[in-house]
């Protein structure tokens, strides 16, 4: 899936239930984001500054939580934990793997841990190297402070290599129950469950048997893959675009409305500049046209020969 910073993407197979997202892959949250879920993944779990959680973090492998954040639920981790400073856990920690803690971190319900326990100074690193650089500039070491940095410019935009199935939930959104909002793009993989209605400042693609269990509004283009399910209304600002067996409780409002013949609306269409019917046999020449231009379907060929 591409990587943007300003998609909310939904890796294939995400399960949206009660109370709980269940995923597979590393799971990256941004700043000032509100989850109204607890996450559950067999990848890495990185939140961002100022996030609130209300559910629990669930993870086989290591989970980070910078400065401020707050988590409403347990923690389980299978492998390392960090918490910056200011971090809240409602619930229990319980990890096998090493913990790293700022200041005034807290957690009410007590932790175990099988590994090392670190808790870091609340004085912030930076303090530290100005003091050593006050010396070294105090003894006429100018070329070492010049060294110094020249590493710290480079290493500060180093970036946590993630997994290659991801879901990530990009800065200032709202996860919620009842309603979801994004300020840019929504991208959903296959065969994915979503719970709430969902409001994009952006494009939405919902990728092929994927449902929305809610009303799906954008402020730019929507497309629904093949056997995808929208269980509310579409209300979109630009083109809507529903492919074969698609089926829609609701309505659809768009500038341009593309349906399949074999889609199914239970609601009424509003268009302003017209609706198009596409029958299947358009929509496999479509494809065959995507595929020949990816060299997919020498691919599958290769495939074929080698089974």
Not at 234 to 241: A, E, F, L, P, T
Request: aromatic share 6%; charged share 30%; with cysteine.
């Amino acid at each position: 899936m591409a990587f943007d910073r300003k998609t909310l993407v939904i890796p294939d197979n995400t399960k949206f239930e009660e109370k709980t997202i269940v995923t597979k892959g590393d799971v990256v949250i941004g700043d000032r984001c509100l989850i109204q879920f607890g996450i559950k993944t067999d990848g890495r779990i990185f939140v961002g500054e100022h996030v609130i959680i209300d559910g629990g973090l669930d993870s086989t492998k290591d989970i980070r939580v910078d400065i401020f954040s707050n988590i409403g639920g347990d923690v389980k981790c299978g492998g390392n934990v960090y918490f910056g400073e200011k971090v809240k856990v409602k619930g229990k920690l319980s990890l096998d793997g090493d913990l790293d803690v700022g200041d005034s971190v807290g957690i009410d319900k007590g932790f175990e841990a099988k590994g090392w326990i670190n808790i870091r100074s609340p004085i912030p690193v930076v303090i530290y190297v100005f003091i050593y650089l006050l010396q070294l500039l105090k003894m006429g070491h100018s070329e070492e402070i010049d060294r110094i940095l020249e590493e710290i410019e480079e290493n500060e935009g180093d970036t946590i290599p993630i997994s290659e199935t991801f879901l990530f939930i990009p800065n200032n959104s709202i996860i919620g129950v009842q309603k979801s909002k994004v300020d840019h793009n929504l991208r959903v993989g296959k065969k994915s469950r979503l719970i709430g209605n969902f409001e994009i400042k952006g494009n939405s693609f919902i990728e092929n048997n994927s449902v929305i269990h809610g009303t799906l509004k954008s402020s730019g283009d929507v497309f629904c893959g093949k056997k995808t399910s929208i269980q509310g209304n579409i209300n979109s600002n630009g083109d809507v675009r529903v492919e074969d067996k698609v089926s829609i409780a609701g309505n659809i409002v768009g500038d341009k409305i593309y349906l399949s013949k074999t889609a199914v609306v239970h609601g009424k269409l509003f268009a302003k500049n017209g609706i198009s019917f596409m029958t299947p046999s358009e929509e496999e020449t479509e494809e065959k046209v995507e595929r020949f231009k990816t060299d997919t379907d020498i691919i599958d060929e290769v495939g074929d020969m080698l089974e």
